[in-house]
């Protein structure tokens, strides 16, 4: 498995959660690492990514300032630790690596390999 994603779970709105994508040593040296989550009916959208050393890092517009994406590695992991969350956040989130040159993409095409996806439920 290259890319194995696990945190997920239910938690209250205003509450935090952490999830985390542990990556083949291959793919973490040298992969851009993101985060998409799709929610039921919609489709999948973009949520954070931080490049292959940790120095850039790029959210989206509702990701920004409760989210924050950062690499370990000592365990080969990207955590997302998602903070204050809303009901809006709900959907299974999915970690992706990407090897490409320039900015940080939001574009899902550009990621070449996958998670399996963990569920986030946010109750109001």
């Known amino acids: 498995v290259q890319l194995q994603a696990s945190g997920g779970g239910l938690v209250q709105a205003g509450g935090s959660l952490r999830v985390s994508c542990a990556a083949s040593?291959?793919?973490?040296?040298?992969?851009?690492i993101a985060w998409f989550r799709q929610a039921p009916g919609k489709e999948r959208e973009f949520v954070a990514a931080?490049?292959?050393?940790?120095?850039?890092?790029r959210y989206s517009g509702s990701a920004e300032g409760r989210f924050t994406i950062a690499r370990d590695s000592a365990e080969n992991t990207v955590h997302l630790q998602m903070d204050d969350l809303k009901p809006e956040d709900t959907a299974v989130y999915y970690c992706a690596a990407g090897y490409y040159s320039g900015a940080l993409t939001d574009l899902a095409y550009e990621y070449g390999y996958w998670g399996q996806g963990t569920l986030v439920t946010v109750s109001s």
């Open positions: 040593e291959r793919l973490f040296r040298s992969y851009t």
């Open positions: 931080v490049s292959w050393n940790g120095a850039r890092t």
